[in-house]
C-alpha cells in the first residue's frame, strides 16, 4: 500500500508535467493536452484513495537520541501521559530547578503536541480535520502556555513559569477529555 | 545559561512578567523606522528588503537583556513584533509606487519644453531630467494622498485578514515558517543551554563573513573585482560546468544562499516537493519553449539579433549559449511564471476550500475561549488569547472605506460606482493573495509579492479598463503592502507560539504601528525622487520597472506594437491552464500541494535548488544523526544562516546609504 501511495504522487506529477506541457505551447495553450493532464492526475489521485490513510508515525530510533524518551502507546495514551507530565512539573515547580523545568517542557512537548501534529494527515484521514482540530486546539493551547513556562523558567522569573505551567494543565486536560472522544481507535 | 539566576536580569521575580512595555515599543519602533528608510532606499537600487524580525531581536537581545538588564523573552519578541511591522511594508511600496515616477519620466522625455531646455543645456533629455529629478513631478498632494491612503488601507487589512488563520496556520496545520523559527532561536538563545547557542553563534559568524565576501562590490565599487568573483559571487552556474545546454537552469544562490539553505534546512524533508515543480518548469517546460520556438516569430528574430550583435556572430557555441540563454529569460518570464501563478491561485482556492473546516473549528474554538471568558470573569486561565472577532471585523470595514477613498482621490477619470466595483474586488482578492503569500512562506520562506501585484493589476484592469490604470497600481500598492504585512504577522505569531506569547499582545501591536511602515517608507521615496531619476543609476528600481512592464502589457501605451498585445494576450491562458492543475492536485493530494509546486515554477532555479540542497541536507542528517541532533545543532546553525545574512545586508546597506550620503 505504501508503495502504490508514493506511485500515485509520481503518476500526479506527470499529469502535471502534462498539463504544463500543454500550457506551455504558442499562442494559446493546447487544451486537449491540458485535459489529457487532468486525467492522469486524477489517476494518481484515485490511486493515492485506493491505497487508503497514511499510516500514523512509526519512531525510528537513532543513537543521538537516547537521552529522548520514546514515543511509546497510542495517541490517547500520549495525551494521558502528557497531561501527567505536566501535573507532575507543576507539582514539583516551587522546588525544581529552572533548567530542569526546561529541559522537561522539551520532552512533554515531543510526545504531546508534536507528536500528534507530526501525525496530522493520518489522524485527518482516519477521524476527519475537524476531529483532528478540536483536539489539537486545546493540545497547542497547552504547548504554548509550556512554552511560555519556558521562557519566563530561562528569565529566571519562577512566578509566571508556574503560573504557564498551570494554564499548560487546564488546556492539557481538555485536549485529553477531547481526544479520549475523538481519537478512540487510534493508534 | 541555565539556572536559578539568568545571567544579565536583575529583580525580574519581584514584578509581573515583562511582556508590552515601552522599552520594548521604542527600541521596536527606532529599528523598524532606521530599517524602513534604509531598505527604501536599498529596495530602489537592488530589489529587496531584508525582514526586521531576526536584526530587530538580535539589538533587543543586546539592548534590552545586555544593557537594560531586565528584558525578557516574550518582551523582546514584542521588540521584533514592532521592528518588522514598519519594516516589512517598504517592500510593498518600492515594488508598486515607482512605477508612477517610471511613467511619469517616460512622459517628461517626449514633452517639448523639456526637449528644449535639454537642448538649451546642452545635454540629452535623459541626461538633463537625471540632473534635475525634480522636473518629473508625479506626487502632487492629491496623489500622495491616494497613495498613503491605499497603502495604509492594506496595512491594516494585511494584519486583520489574517489574525483568524492563526490557528489554523500555525496549531493545527503546524506550518514550519522558517523565518519565524530562526527569530525563536535568537530570543530563546539566553536560556537555551551552552551547544544550541553555540551553534547559532557559528551559524550568524559563518554567514556574516560569507555574506561580507559575496557583497565586495556593493561595498568597494571601485574596486576591480577579478573574473572568476564577476562569475561567481551571485550564482553558480552547475548547469554549465557539466555542460548542459543554457537553457537548462542548474543553478546555486551564492548571494542569498546561505538564507535558502537554512530555510530549506528548516523546513526539512517536507520542503524537497519543490524540486518536482523547479524540475517541470525549468528542466522542462522552459528548454522545450526554447527548442520548439513556441514564441512569435518576431520574438524570436529579436533573440536571434540580440545574440548575434553580443557574440559578433550568428552560429557556433558562443551564439548558441547566447541565444538560449535570452531565449529562456524571455520563456521563463512569459510561459513559466504564468503558469506557475497560475498553479499558485488554483491550489490556494483548493487550499481554502480543503481546510475551511480547521478555519471554521478554528473560528469556534476562539468564540467558546472567548465565551468562557465572559463566564468565569477573574479566572487567569480563562483570559482571552485571540483578539475579538467583532474588532476585527470593525478594523476591515474602516480600511476598506479608506481604500474607496483612495480609489476615489486617485481615479478621477472613472465611475464611483466603478471605483467601488474595483474597491470591493481588490479586497476580496487581498484576503486570497494573503492566504497565498502566508501558505508559501508558512511552508517554503519565499513569497510571490511581485507575482500578487500583477495580478491586482489584471484584475482591475479588466474591470475598468485602461483608464483605470492609475486605480489598478494604487490597488496593486493595497495588496502589496497587505500581503507582506500579513505573511510577517504569520511569522511573528509563529515565533510568539514557540515563546509563549499571547497572541492577543502581539496582535495588538502589530496593528498600534501598522500604519508607520508605509508613511515612512512613502516620505523617503519622495525625498529620494528629489535626488535621484528612478529607473537610472544608482536607483534603478528594479522591480518597478517590471511592475511597469507588466502594466504595460495590459495597458499598452499609445504605438505598441502588436507583438506585445499577443504576448499579453497569451498570458491568462497560462493563467488558466496552470490554475486547472493546481487546483487539481491541492483537491487530490491537500497539503498545499499545488502552492508548493506553483511557486517553484515562479521562483529563479537558483533559489529553489539552494532551499532543497538544506531540505535534502536536514533529511540526511536526521536519518544519520536523528532529531536531537538536528533540533540541538542543525537547526540553530541554520538559524544563524538566516540571521547572520540578514545582518550583513544591513550593514552593507547602511555603509552604502552612508557613502552616498557623504
Excluded at chain 1, 15 to 41: D, H, N, T
Excluded at chain 2, 577 to 592: E, K, N, Y
Aim: hydrophobic content about 50%; charged content about 15%.
Amino acid at each position: 500500500m505504501k508503495l502504490v501511495r508514493s506511485s500515485s504522487s509520481w503518476v500526479m506529477y506527470l499529469g502535471m508535467a502534462a498539463c504544463m506541457y500543454g500550457g506551455a505551447q504558442w499562442p494559446r495553450p493546447s487544451w486537449p493536452l491540458v485535459a489529457a493532464g487532468l486525467v492522469v492526475i486524477l489517476v494518481g489521485i484515485a490511486l493515492r484513495r485506493s491505497a487508503g490513510a497514511p499510516t500514523l508515525e512509526v519512531e525510528q530510533i537513532h543513537s543521538a537520541d537516547l537521552k529522548r524518551p520514546r514515543r511509546t502507546g497510542s495517541l490517547v495514551e500520549a495525551l494521558t501521559s502528557f497531561c501527567e507530565g505536566i501535573e507532575t512539573l507543576h507539582n514539583q515547580g516551587s522546588e525544581a530547578e529552572l533548567a530542569a523545568i526546561k529541559d522537561r517542557i522539551e520532552e512533554l512537548i515531543w510526545l504531546g503536541p508534536e507528536r500528534v501534529g507530526s501525525s496530522q494527515e493520518a489522524i485527518a484521514a482516519k477521524v476527519g480535520f475537524s476531529a483532528y482540530a478540536e483536539v489539537m486546539a486545546p493540545l497547542a493551547a497547552s504547548e504554548r502556555w509550556l512554552n511560555r513556562a519556558w521562557s519566563a523558567a530561562a528569565d529566571g522569573h519562577r512566578p509566571e513559569c508556574l503560573a504557564s505551567l498551570a494554564k499548560a494543565l487546564v488546556s492539557a486536560r481538555e485536549a485529553e477529555a477531547m481526544g479520549r472522544q475523538r481519537f478512540q481507535g487510534l493508534g | 545559561m541555565s539556572g536559578n539566576s539568568p545571567a544579565g536580569l536583575t529583580g525580574l521575580q519581584s514584578r509581573p512578567y515583562r511582556e508590552i512595555t515601552l522599552a520594548s515599543v521604542v527600541l521596536g519602533s527606532i529599528v523598524g523606522v532606521a530599517l524602513t528608510v534604509s531598505f527604501t532606499y536599498a529596495g530602489l537600487k537592488l530589489g529587496f528588503i531584508v525582514p526586521a524580525s531576526m536584526v530587530g531581536a538580535m539589538l533587543g537581545l543586546g539592548v534590552l537583556r545586555v544593557v537594560m538588564k531586565k528584558g525578557s523573552i516574550v518582551e523582546n519578541n514584542i521588540n521584533q513584533t514592532v521592528a518588522a511591522a514598519i519594516n516589512v511594508t517598504s517592500g510593498g511600496i518600492i515594488f508598486t509606487v515607482p512605477v508612477l515616477y517610471l511613467m511619469q519620466s517616460e512622459a517628461a522625455a517626449k514633452a517639448p519644453q523639456i526637449a528644449a531646455q535639454a537642448s538649451a543645456a546642452g545635454l540629452s533629455v535623459d541626461e538633463f531630467l537625471r540632473k534635475n529629478p525634480g522636473l518629473v513631478q508625479v506626487l502632487d498632494g492629491k496623489m500622495l494622498a491616494a497613495i498613503a491612503a491605499a497603502a495604509v488601507a492594506g496595512s491594516f487589512l494585511g494584519v486583520l485578514f489574517i489574525i483568524p488563520s492563526r490557528k489554523q496556520m500555525i496549531e493545527f496545520e503546524r506550518l514550519t515558517f522558517p523565518s519565524g523559527v530562526a527569530t525563536a532561536q535568537i530570543l530563546k538563545a539566553v536560556g537555551a543551554g551552552p551547544t544550541r547557542f553555540r551553534w547559532l553563534m557559528t551559524g550568524i559568524t559563518i554567514a556574516i563573513v560569507f555574506a561580507l565576501l559575496t557583497s565586495l562590490t556593493t561595498l568597494f565599487p571601485s574596486w576591480k573585482a577579478p573574473g572568476w568573483y564577476q562569475h561567481h559571487s551571485e550564482e553558480l552556474n552547475l548547469g554549465k560546468i557539466l555542460g548542459l545546454p543554457a537553457s537548462v537552469a542548474v543553478v546555486i544562490a551564492v548571494a542569498g544562499g546561505l538564507t535558502s539553505l537554512g530555510g530549506g534546512y528548516i523546513t526539512g524533508r517536507a520542503g524537497l516537493v519543490m524540486m518536482v515543480g523547479a524540475a517541470i518548469g525549468h528542466w522542462m517546460v522552459t528548454p522545450l519553449v526554447v527548442a520548439k520556438g513556441w514564441a512569435p516569430p518576431e520574438i524570436l528574430a529579436q533573440l536571434t539579433a540580440a545574440a548575434s550583435a553580443k557574440v559578433g556572430a550568428s552560429s557556433g557555441p558562443a551564439f548558441t549559449e547566447r541565444y538560449e540563454t535570452l531565449a529562456a529569460g524571455w520563456a521563463f518570464k512569459q510561459v513559466t511564471r504564468p503558469l506557475g501563478v497560475g498553479m499558485l491561485l488554483g491550489g490556494s482556492v483548493a487550499s481554502v476550500f480543503l481546510t475551511a473546516p480547521m478555519l471554521f473549528s478554528a473560528i469556534r474554538s476562539i468564540q467558546k475561549q472567548r465565551q468562557a471568558a465572559s463566564e468565569m470573569t477573574g479566572k487567569p486561565a480563562q483570559a482571552p488569547q485571540e483578539m475579538s472577532p467583532s474588532l476585527l471585523w470593525v478594523g476591515i470595514a474602516v480600511s476598506f472605506l479608506v481604500l474607496v477613498i483612495a480609489g476615489f482621490l486617485g481615479g478621477s477619470q472613472v465611475s464611483g460606482a466603478r471605483i467601488l466595483l474595483a474597491a470591493v474586488v481588490a479586497t476580496v482578492w487581498m484576503w486570497l493573495a494573503n492566504i497565498i503569500v502566508s501558505i508559501a512562506t508558512g511552508k517554503t520562506d519565499n513569497s510571490p509579492l511581485s507575482g500578487m501585484a500583477l495580478i491586482t493589476i489584471v484584475l482591475i484592469v479588466s474591470i475598468l479598463g485602461k483608464e483605470g490604470a492609475i486605480v489598478a497600481l494604487l490597488m496593486a500598492v493595497s495588496v502589496c503592502v497587505a500581503t507582506s504585512q500579513g505573511s510577517d504577522m504569520m511569522q511573528d505569531l509563529k515565533t510568539g507560539h514557540l515563546v509563549g506569547a499571547i497572541p492577543w499582545r502581539q496582535q495588538l501591536t502589530q496593528i498600534a504601528v501598522a500604519w508607520v511602515g508605509p508613511l515612512v517608507s512613502l516620505v523617503t521615496l519622495v525625498l529620494l525622487s528629489k535626488k535621484f531619476l528612478f529607473g537610472n543609476d544608482p536607483l534603478t528600481a528594479p522591480q518597478g520597472q517590471a511592475i511597469k512592464a507588466a502594466l504595460e502589457i495590459f495597458v499598452p501605451p499609445p504605438g505598441t506594437d502588436p507583438v506585445t498585445q499577443q504576448v499579453a494576450e497569451a498570458v491568462p491562458w497560462r493563467y488558466l491552464a496552470g490554475a486547472v492543475a493546481g487546483l487539481a492536485l491541492t483537491l487530490g493530494a491537500g497539503g498545499g500541494l499545488g502552492v508548493v509546486l506553483g511557486l517553484s515554477m515562479y521562483l529563479p532555479m537558483s533559489v529553489t535548488l539552494t532551499y532543497c540542497t538544506g531540505c535534502a541536507v536536514a533529511w540526511a542528517s536526521e536519518k544519520l544523526k536523528g532529531p536531537a541532533w538536528v533540533e540541538d545543532v542543525g537547526v540553530p546553525l541554520a538559524a544563524g544562516f538566516l540571521v547572520g545574512e540578514g545582518l550583513a545586508q544591513v550593514c552593507v546597506v547602511f555603509f552604502d546609504l552612508a557613502r552616498s550620503a557623504f
